[in-house]
């Protein structure tokens, strides 16, 4: 099992970000997939979503409204659109996979997302 995050980069506050999180080796709508961050002297923090079930999103208050989750089954992706960042959206932003069933759990290397002028 792979999970490849990328899209990260340096970003002025206000812009946007696409991440994008290509998995292999495990069917993508048979888990939920996640988006963690991590910022440096801090713990790593769910930032966002989506549920195998019934494909519902969560987000943490930090970032509804700004972020947008999606996932393409067809080409086991998912997304993270990022819009208004702001400085404090500073961090190492991973991407996770979770199966409810067998409680297996992966995760991607990381990509960095820094939000500065």
């Known amino acids: 099992v792979q999970l490849q995050a990328s899209g990260g980069g340096l970003v002025q506050p206000g812009g946007s970000l696409r991440l994008s999180c290509a998995i292999s080796g495990l069917a993508l709508e048979k888990n939920n997939i996640g988006w963690f961050r991590q910022a440096p002297g801090k713990q790593r923090e769910r930032v966002s979503c989506?549920?195998?079930?019934?494909?519902?999103?969560y987000y943490a208050d930090s970032v509804k409204g700004r972020f947008a989750i999606s996932r393409d089954n067809a080409k086991n992706t998912v997304y993270l659109q990022m819009s208004s960042l702001k400085p404090e959206d500073t961090a190492v932003y991973y991407c996770?996979?979770?199966?409810?069933?067998?409680?297996?759990?992966?995760w991607g290397q990381g990509t960095l997302v820094t939000v500065s002028s």
């Open positions: 989506t549920s195998s079930d019934d494909g519902s999103a």
């Open positions: 996770n996979a979770y199966n409810p069933i067998s409680t297996h759990d992966y």
